[in-house]
């Protein structure tokens, strides 16, 4: 009866396994390295903003909508990044605009967007949407930056 136990062990061990090689393959045939596009968020403490939702676009096409929890606000707080979205893109001029939505100063609501040209080239290219609490103007401040 042990025996039986320890091959069924070395089983799951293997089927875990040939499950991580599918997903890492997947992932490199659904977005090539050539033309993969990844865009992930992160804050600050968030003094001035409470996040609700993120919505992104490309080329004037909504390609992510994200509505966080209170868990996962609380997890970027803490120095988290999350992936937005993750996809292929043509080399040449894009336009990327990220909607923030949610409680600013005050406590009213607040909708702010902020964008940025790439120019994609060959390569991956990644891009961090910000979120910084500006302490000159009592504001959210919204960035976009391109990982090298």
């Given at each position: 009866m042990p025996a039986l136990g320890d091959e069924i062990e070395d089983l799951k061990d293997e089927v875990l396994d040939l499950n991580r090689e599918l997903f890492l393959l997947e992932e490199e045939l659904l977005f090539p390295a050539n033309t993969q596009v990844a865009v992930y968020?992160?804050?600050?403490?968030?003094?001035?903003f409470a996040l609700d939702s993120v919505q992104l676009s490309i080329d004037d096409k909504e390609v992510a909508k994200y509505l966080y929890t209170e868990r996962e606000v609380d997890a970027l707080y803490r120095g988290g990044v999350h992936r937005v979205y993750m996809g292929n893109m043509k080399a040449g001029e894009h336009e990327v605009v990220a909607v923030f939505?949610?409680?600013?100063?005050?406590?009213?609501?607040?909708?702010?967007?902020?964008s940025v040209n790439l120019d994609k080239g060959l390569g991956a290219r990644f891009l961090e949407l910000n979120i910084t609490d500006s302490k000159s103007a009592?504001?959210?401040?919204?960035?976009?930056?391109m990982w090298e």
């Open positions: 968020l992160s804050m600050d403490t968030g003094n001035f939505t949610g409680v600013g100063p005050h406590g009213r609501d607040y909708r702010r967007a902020t009592l504001q959210p401040e919204f960035a976009v930056r």
